[in-house]
């Protein structure tokens, strides 16, 4: 009792006096989730001082809170491993839609930071439903590969961009026109596509040496054949994701992650002792391609049950890539109701894809760390509930969209909306 009776006093005397401090937020809630071991029982308190997470526990009495409110639940903000953010604003217009080049030049140099808008207007939808980083992924047009991707943060910024070579994106559906739309050209081209990256240093005097690849994007695959960075592949049949398997003997520095993997379950065992990590979508039980046959409801927990590193995105809703990004937590949701523990669920769309892209300290609320945090009305895979407030880089960032902007403007109380008396449109 005396070292507990200790702890709270040395809590007090460091709450008071970052209090005094100008720029400071305390954070009171429910629960706080923070994905890391520094939460003891009973906090309820996050305080953070000049953007900073200064300390995490229980409140003094009469503490004041700086987002009022009950049953509040304070989190990491959530990160979405797979998305199309930025890169289109309406799908069927061709100008403002950049997610894939049907050039079939460049291929894996292309870059989705060239194509990022940070000021999409589906940014900050997806930051309202409390995502505040993702993976921005350039879609494979008439080649496999669809080039670098990036990681973001939803605070709209010009200066969003965490990590613009975050990735390579490979998709091996096998629809690509360069290799005939068939598996077997598939798997050869991207062998050759590899050897051309590994072998960069002795094989290209000229644009054009490589067996499959272009001088620039053999440069570009370097980085995946050295381990620094990732291959996501798009893949969903599992002798295709053994066959994606079987390339890491042959480079055993690469670090593969799997896209879709709706029959990654039956191959659980393989992907786990390979170090092989996947992004599942928990809803995509009903087939849409013949690639698709055994996909079932319980994949992810079948995943995490045998060991794989697991994350979840959202993909089967209309727009779930980008205008509904949001849904991802509602997806996680049913996750737990196909077995996993909320913890399970929840890292999978927190921790566990920013540890996948090299960013773990966006997945975590730590002590001496940028606050990356939501604050939600009531557990944050319920339906039900949403953000309240959210920080991203330390910063508390506007719950506005272009969305509530209209809710608001053309509300029937709201007499300044347009054809009103109003300072908007016609005034008779």
Do not use: C
Request: hydrophobic fraction near 45%; charge should be negative.
């Amino acid at each position: 009792m005396r070292i507990f009776f200790i702890i709270v006093i040395v809590f007090f005397a460091g709450f008071q006096s970052v209090i005094a401090n100008a720029q400071t937020y305390v954070l009171k809630g429910e629960r706080i989730i923070s994905n890391s071991a520094q939460v003891a029982p009973g906090s309820d308190v996050v305080v953070i001082v000049d953007g900073i997470v200064e300390q995490i526990g229980k409140s003094p009495e009469g503490a004041t809170a700086s987002i009022p409110g009950d049953n509040l639940w304070i989190t990491p903000g959530i990160f979405a491993p797979y998305s199309t953010l930025g890169l289109v604003e309406v799908s069927g217009e061709s100008a403002t839609n950049n997610i894939r080049s049907a050039n079939k030049q460049a291929t894996v140099s292309i870059r989705a930071a060239d194509s990022f808008n940070p000021k999409s207007t589906i940014i900050a939808v997806s930051r309202l439903g409390g995502v505040t980083h993702a993976a921005v992924v350039p879609g494979a047009g008439s080649d496999l590969f669809g080039g670098l991707g990036m990681i973001v943060s939803t605070s709209g910024e010009f200066n969003s961009a965490v990590d613009e070579a975050a990735f390579i994106y490979l998709n091996y559906y096998g629809s690509s026109d360069k290799t005939g739309s068939t598996k077997g050209a598939a798997m050869a081209f991207l062998r050759a596509a590899l050897s051309d990256a590994s072998s960069y240093s002795s094989r290209f005097e000229q644009t054009n040496d490589g067996d499959a690849l272009r001088r620039a994007d053999a440069n570009a695959l370097r980085p995946v054949i050295r381990g620094d960075i990732p291959m996501l592949v798009g893949a969903d049949q599992a002798i295709d994701i053994l066959n994606i398997i079987k390339l890491k003997s042959d480079y055993p520095r690469l670090d593969v992650i799997i896209v879709g993997a709706a029959e990654a379950w039956m191959v659980a065992d393989q992907l786990a002792s390979s170090n092989v990590a996947v992004i599942v979508d928990p809803l995509e039980n009903l087939p849409s391609s013949f690639d698709q046959i055994a996909t079932r409801l319980d994949n992810v927990k079948r995943l995490m049950d045998a060991g794989v590193t697991t994350a979840i995105m959202s993909q089967t809703a209309t727009g779930g890539t980008a205008h509904n990004l949001r849904l991802i937590t509602q997806h996680a949701g049913n996750a737990v109701a196909a077995g996993l523990t909320w913890e399970q669920a929840f890292k999978a769309i927190t921790l566990t894809p920013a540890s996948m892209f090299g960013q773990p300290n966006l997945g975590q609320i730590r002590i001496g760390e940028k606050a990356n945090l939501v604050v939600w009305d009531g557990d944050p895979l319920e339906a039900t509930s949403a953000p309240v407030a959210v920080f991203i880089d330390g910063k508390l960032q506007s719950m506005q969209s272009r969305q509530t902007k209209l809710r608001d403007r053309y509300n029937p109380a709201n007499t300044d909306k347009p054809g009103s008396n109003g300072k908007y449109g016609y005034q008779p």
